[in-house]
């Protein structure tokens, strides 16, 4: 029971860091470090054993140095770049490769999205929500492709899974 309030934690999160970065262009500190914090009484909790958190933990670190890299060559925000490894401590190394395509594929979605609509939408007719991410010059929100490819892969972490298929069972 608890477990599955932590699941709902990390998904809301995810949410949240999606519509913040489609409003603001940027993902909180605090919204990333409660990602990653949340996922240690999580993973006590779900009690995978210490090879499987050490896997995940493993996963993460590796997400980060691979963000920061991404940060510093100017392809990722700074919110992104701390956003995928707090995603990748939930999801592990099994959900790894799920990840990667979903974000990638929403990543390419979204910009798609974004450059059609900076062209079609005129500025007095952006919505106030998405007023920032539609300026020509801006970001794109990269949070949201970022949490598709959580909520796509989502189904591989193991810590993950018994909330996801105590969500299906309501269906």
Not at 2 to 30: K, Y
Not at 119 to 126: E, G, N, S, Y
Not at 143 to 152: K, Y
Request: net charge neutral.
């Amino acid at each position: 029971m608890i477990l599955n309030l932590f699941a709902a934690s990390f998904f809301a999160l995810c949410l949240f860091a999606a519509i913040r970065d489609v409003e603001t262009l940027t993902i909180p500190n605090w919204l990333n470090a409660w990602l990653a914090f949340l996922f240690i009484p999580a993973c006590i909790l779900a009690a995978p054993g210490w090879d499987v958190a050490g896997w995940h933990l493993l996963a993460g670190v590796l997400a980060f140095v691979i963000a920061i890299a991404m940060f510093m060559g100017g392809l990722f925000g700074g919110g992104d770049a701390k956003m995928v490894p707090g995603v990748m401590l939930w999801i592990g190394p099994a959900g790894t490769m799920d990840f990667l395509y979903g974000t990638a594929i929403a990543g390419g979605v979204l910009v798609g999205v974004v450059i059609l609509a900076r062209r079609l939408v005129p500025a007095h007719a952006t919505p106030g929500f998405a007023f920032e991410t539609l300026q020509q010059g801006k970001g794109v929100p990269y949070g949201v492709a970022i949490a598709a490819g959580a909520v796509w892969a989502a189904p591989q972490s193991q810590i993950l899974t018994n909330f996801l298929s105590q969500m299906a069972s309501f269906s």
